[in-house]
């Protein structure tokens, strides 16, 4: 969690800087005062990237060359100083003074999520964010999992590179046996990933949506197949794409739910429901691992909500104690805890309500 934190030239946020309290953190203001603008920046600290997907460029204040951002997280006893700038010349990011953990080691600090209105193509969209999401996951439950991937994209760009290329069967199958190894490593992982999040994937399908929810992971080459066996068979397929067509690059985590939901998942906010009692159940299953409280970004909850839907929401991610900082409107949208700390903000400008 993050306790204290501070932006510059971060979007329309000139100079920000918030201490946040270990709970329930509510920022409100009116559209285009910088609301979701605070957000990014607290979930870029933790991830080196946007979750709005924007570049550096479109980040930076307009008219400045760089943006910083500086937070203090808690950690059991401990706390951590994270660093970051960001301009042309690259990304910088330091953690207790040192750049050598990258941006693993942001993730590692100020672990987090995100519920956002964009959040239902978690569930309406392809199976990309879906396969982060279970990585996300894994990430925190195997501690092997992100160096597996990191190897694997490695491998994967190569063989694509041979392939791409036309090099000889001989030259791209040299590339199988690490391709196979550690797509096989993800798999694994990613599987034991969704058994230990299971349990709480259902509970807040059910709390939130009322009805039992099934997930089938896809390992993104034929069921009942070996991944070598399946490059194998697909090397004429691969070699006409020019780019490997089968393996953990393109696994998916099916949703499996009864007609009835079905028909209501057409809704945006029946979408949003579902797409957030996923998060939150990952966000359960990571803290439980890493045993202690992550922060979990709520941009303007209330969007595509009834009411009711809305008070579930909040019910859960109150009971999940973890630390949240959301956005509304108004200060009075939310039934947030009656301790909670409020910041108002205006033009860019936050100032304690
Ligand atoms: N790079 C930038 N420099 C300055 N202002 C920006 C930049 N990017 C976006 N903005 C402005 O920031 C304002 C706040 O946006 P946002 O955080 O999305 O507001 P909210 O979520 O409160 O509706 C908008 O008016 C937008 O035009
Ligand atoms: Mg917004």
Redesign the pocket.
Known sequence: MIRRFRVSNF??LENVELEFSRDFNLIF??????????LEALAYLGRGKSFRGASTA?????GQAEFVLFGETERGMRSQKLGLRNSRDGLEVRVDGSGDGGVAALADALPLQVIDPEVHNLVAGGPELRRRFLDWVAFHVEHDHLEAWRRFRRALKQRNAALKARAASAAIRSWNAEFVELGEALDQSRRRALDVAIESLSEYGQGLLGTELGFEYQAGWGKDKSLEQSLEEGLERDLQQGASQQGPHRADLKIRYDERQARKLVSRGQQKLLASAMILAATETAQTALERPLLLLLDDPAAELDADSLARLLEAVAGLGCQVIA?SLDKDVLSVPPDSTMFH?EH?VLSPA
């Open positions: 979007r329309c203001g009116a559209n285009a005062s910088g609301k979701t603008s605070l479109n980040l930076v204040r307009h956005t903000v860019g």
